[in-house]
């Protein structure tokens, strides 16, 4: 290794960390020292004390006619969004920064707070004093709880009386010691019912005794006896730097230009996506802004233990912050550069939580184009830009991607991977297992069984093409019959339809009735004559098959639809509502939708729903590859002609 190419790493790894404190831009996150002041703010105005607790603690957007309005040097309003728990009571509190005074201080009614940290524990110690609960643990051969592993955590809700105006949580325990992977040692069957409010436990749920498993699932490098020969390593080198500028928060590449926010409730935002065709020319607006909405995870077993585990993911644990640090030159290449996240803890404490966010370019070894002819055969190298969050939910990680490649689309993609949710069972493997036991899952190690299980996540993307002057279309492509006579019997044409209404834009993927879904200008066409658009191109998905009148279902409405399309409001962000913990069937899009809103000739905002059913296998096991969904926002008649057609 050469001394410049070291000299040009060191000096492209500066470049690639990011230290920003004082904001430059209306949507950047807030800072350290901004989450302080406003600690600082809330104590003055007497909302806070040692006991008070914060479940959410983030910016506080400006309205997107402001930031659209807003030019450099401009005025900058800064506020901060707030959700503050004082013992049983929980309020929404908006802090206005610029004019240092807090703005609105609102009690949180009807809706219960996200999950905190401290909850996890709540309740733990009484429940294992709890005599049904040491009646449980000694049928199952545990009389001294010392190694005992025990959490509460988010029970699913099914608004019976009983749960109904409580703050619900269910306590389980594990036996882990020797493992690092404690989901073989976990006490199966036997859970609480407790109060975190009135910290009651109230009731304890014995499904029968199953014996602790002695299965060993670590995966760690530990437990290789050596790691596979690959030869021929590859080295991908960047001596001058990266092939993009990261400034602040604001990023370009090529002909691409964007905001990338890190936040702690979603991982990241990105923002004012716009494309400039050829220098000197305007930048012409693509989206206002896209980020993930919400993921919902129901289980597949009807045992107590594991029909309430039906997780709102996005929105329950956010306190915890959705993106944990990528690990450099593992999860994302060795020349990636890194962003940081400042998340606040339950104390509002604001906490730096390292690389959480890479930006690097690849090259995949396929062509952006080519064409064979005898005379003057050509092809163009393509080159993408991806921008990678890691995020740890539980058990699960998600890699959650966007790739902006040099034709002028954009790839949105998930990888999961992590450990798979399994239960201990008597049954050593499916061949001593009852028939009905291979119904609600598979057998992955001796005595062990993991969970089927779906897997949804909502987009929210604010698209403006050329402009917030926009119109939604489906294209359906029909057959139609030719003339008796014609040697050909039929063919397909294109049907445009145009809906006019929310309930009308309510669509799913249905490969029997094709069509494409664009979003088009009102304001802008090409030179063929055609509007502007970019068409929102899914990839592969799955239906719920989940029941209408399931609750789970009911409470996460947004996996009803692989698409929806809202007219832009400022406040409507999240597909399960803002606070889906414990929450009523019907939050978030479903009630938005309820009304019927005009979309037709308006700013308006698409979601599209990623469904996956999840039947697990032996080789997910004892840690899943990855495995990856995508969908596209694909240019149509955005442009003249071929965007890559000047590439080197």
């Not at 901004?34 to 400006?62: C, K, N």
């Not at 959700?83 to 703005?103: H, P, S, W």
């Not at 690990?327 to 690389?355: F, H, M, Q, W």
Request: aromatic fraction near 10%.
């Amino acid at each position: 290794m050469t001394k410049s190419f070291l000299f040009f790493t060191f000096i492209a790894a500066l470049a690639a960390v990011q230290t920003v404190n004082a904001a430059s831009h209306p949507l950047d996150p807030l800072s350290y020292q901004e989450i302080w002041r406003v600690l600082e703010l809330v104590r003055g105005a007497g909302h806070m004390d040692r006991d008070t607790r914060f479940s959410q603690l983030t910016l506080y957007e400006p309205p997107k006619r402001d930031v659209l309005a807003w030019r450099p040097g401009g005025e900058m309003p800064r506020k901060a969004y707030a959700v503050v728990r004082q013992g049983q009571d929980a309020f929404e509190a908006i802090v206005d920064l610029t004019a240092d005074k807090v703005a609105s201080w609102s009690p949180l009614s009807g809706v219960q707070p996200n999950w905190s940290k401290e909850d996890f524990k709540a309740v733990v110690d009484k429940v294992l004093e709890h005599p049904d609960f040491v009646s449980g643990l000694e049928a199952r051969g545990i009389t001294d709880t010392t190694f005992l592993d025990c959490s509460t955590g988010p029970p699913g809700y099914f608004g019976t009386e009983e749960e109904r105006g409580r703050r619900l949580g269910n306590v389980r325990c594990s036996e882990p010691r020797g493992v690092r992977n404690d989901w073989t040692r976990q006490v199966e069957g036997l859970s609480a019912v407790v109060d975190l409010n009135s910290e009651e436990v109230l009731r304890v749920v014995d499904d029968g005794p199953v014996p602790i498993t002695s299965t060993n699932g670590d995966f760690d490098r530990t437990t290789l006896e050596r790691p596979r020969e690959v030869p021929g390593p590859l080295d991908t080198r960047q001596p001058l730097g990266p092939g993009f500028v990261i400034d602040g928060y604001r990023v370009r590449w090529q002909n691409w230009r964007f905001h990338l926010r890190p936040d702690q409730r979603v991982g990241a935002v990105l923002s004012l996506l716009s494309y400039q065709e050829k220098p000197g020319l305007p930048a012409r607006s693509v989206m206002y802004q896209g980020h993930l909405s919400e993921i919902f995870v129901p289980y597949m077993d009807p045992s107590f233990g594991w029909y309430r585990r039906n997780f709102i993911d996005i929105g329950e644990f956010v306190a915890r912050g959705l993106a944990q640090a990528l690990l450099r030159g593992r999860d994302c290449p060795d020349y990636a550069a890194y962003i940081d996240t400042v998340i606040s803890n339950e104390k509002g404490r604001p906490r730096t939580v390292p690389d959480t966010i890479c930006v690097f370019e690849r090259e995949t070894g396929d062509p952006a184009w080519r064409h064979w002819t005898s005379e003057l055969p050509d092809s163009r190298r393509s080159r993408d830009l991806v921008v990678r969050v890691g995020a740890v939910v539980g058990n699960y990680d998600y890699l959650l991607d966007w790739i902006f490649r040099q034709d002028g689309s954009i790839e949105v993609r998930v990888g999961t991977t992590g450990i798979l949710e399994v239960k201990a069972t008597a049954a050593k493997n499916a061949l001593h297992a009852e028939p009905e036991a291979d119904a609600y899952g598979r057998f992955v190690d001796r005595n062990i069984v993991a969970v089927n299980h779906d897997h949804y996540f909502s987009y929210r993307l604010d698209l403006d093409i050329d402009g917030i002057n926009n119109r939604f279309i489906t294209d359906r492509l029909v057959t139609r019959r030719l003339p008796a006579g014609h040697p050909r019997r039929s063919l397909w044409v294109r049907e445009q339809h145009v809906p006019d209404s929310e309930q009308e834009a309510q669509l799913d993927i249905d490969l029997g009735r094709p069509a494409l879904w664009r979003v088009l200008s009102n304001d802008k066409q090409n030179s063929s004559g055609y509007p502007t658009s970019f068409q929102v191109l899914p990839g592969r998905n799955a239906n719920t098959l989940l029941s209408e009148d399931d609750y789970p279902r009911r409470r996460a409405g947004f996996i009803d639809h692989h698409l929806w399309v809202t007219p832009q409001r400022d406040g409507e962000r999240h597909a399960a509502g803002d606070h889906p913990t414990l929450s009523e069937p019907g939050m978030g899009l479903p009630a938005w939708t309820a009304a019927d809103r005009s979309i037709r000739d308006k700013d308006i905002v698409v979601w599209h729903t990623i469904g996956m059913h999840h039947l697990p296998r032996s080789e997910d096991w004892p840690v899943m590859p990855t495995m990856w969904y995508s969908f596209e926002l694909r240019p149509f008649d955005f442009f003249d002609r071929n965007p890559a057609l000047d590439l080197p």
